[in-house]
């Protein structure tokens, strides 16, 4: 007798496992970045009141400080979520930042979210440089017969043996 070897016998598992492979790939990746500090922490700053030193021990060290001076702290996060194979989307996005004057004491603590961002549009043209294009002719013959005799050696004939004469 034959055996019963129908192509549809296995159908519904393999349709199973692949029902279940395209659910999982619609699953987005989430990947949060920076450090969200607690909010209990953040309300607990008191301008005027805290420094640099109660605020570093409240939420920690800034993500980054400013430029020029070291007057305000920011302490930045943001969540991006990805799905299969398409590109990282921010989800949520936060700044906050602490300010202080001279002295080193809080004078004022403000938050950014993504509706404050702004979009930069990039410039899809090549940065212009200074100087020549050279060929890949240019680039790899370029220096042949450029190259002088060496300048400052001794004028001084080895003596028989391949030595020189010591002064």
Request: include cysteine; charge should be negative.
């Amino acid at each position: 007798m034959a055996a019963d070897r129908s192509p549809l016998k296995h159908f519904p598992a393999v349709a199973a496992v692949l029902a279940a492979l395209a659910i999982g790939a619609c699953t987005p990746i989430v990947d949060d970045r920076g450090w969200r500090p607690d909010e209990t922490a953040v309300s607990a700053i008191r301008p005027g009141v805290d420094n640099k030193e109660s605020v570093a021990r409240l939420l920690g060290t800034p993500s980054t400080v400013s430029n020029f001076d070291d007057r305000a702290w920011y302490y930045i996060s943001a969540r991006t979520e990805r799905i299969a194979f398409q590109r990282d989307s921010v989800t949520n996005q936060a700044v906050l930042i602490v300010s202080f004057d001279a002295a080193g004491n809080v004078t004022e603590v403000s938050r950014l979210d993504q509706a404050d961002g702004k979009e930069v549009a990039m410039n899809p043209d090549k940065t212009a440089t200074l100087g020549n294009e050279l060929t890949i002719w240019q680039q790899l013959f370029g220096n042949l017969g450029r190259f002088n005799a060496p300048s400052g050696g001794s004028t001084t004939a080895p003596m028989p043996g391949g030595t020189l004469p010591r002064n």
